[in-house]
């Protein structure tokens, strides 16, 4: 098996997660803080050196009605800069409500402020690459 790599890319932050060696479990990697188009792109490319993914997961935020708006449209920018500069698959997945529901989780976990902010993309990446898995596995 091949560790899965997911995305959650927003206008200043991305959530980062991995799989375990097996594809069963997703644990956080990072928020990372965009710098510039440059930058970032190095940075990408030093977390998948790192974690040596075969395949990358992106969050795809279409509305609720399906439309797909200038968010999606910027994820499917985003994965497709990942797949030609790295030649790695990647894969887009529904993501409606995960930032929602990271939200709630770390509500009930009373995280606030400063952190939260730090905490809610990388929590955002993990529950897509758990719902891929699930999906997938």
Do not use: C
């Amino acid at each position: 098996m091949e560790r899965i790599m997911a995305f959650d890319p927003g206008e200043r932050r991305v959530g980062v997660a991995v799989s375990d060696p097996l594809g069963l479990t997703a644990q956080p990697v990072e928020t990372y803080v965009r710098v510039s188009p440059e930058a970032d792109l190095a940075h990408y490319g030093e977390l998948i050196r790192t974690w040596n993914p075969g395949k990358i997961v992106i969050g795809y935020p279409v509305h609720m009605n399906a439309d797909v708006g200038i968010k999606a449209r910027q994820s499917k920018e985003f994965g497709t800069l990942l797949e030609e500069t790295y030649g790695i698959p990647v894969v887009y997945l529904d993501e409606r409500l995960t930032t929602v529901q990271a939200h709630r989780i770390l509500s009930e976990s009373s995280v606030r402020g400063k952190k939260r902010r730090q905490t809610v993309d990388t929590l955002a990446a993990v529950l897509i690459l758990e719902n891929y898995l699930q999906m997938n596995g």
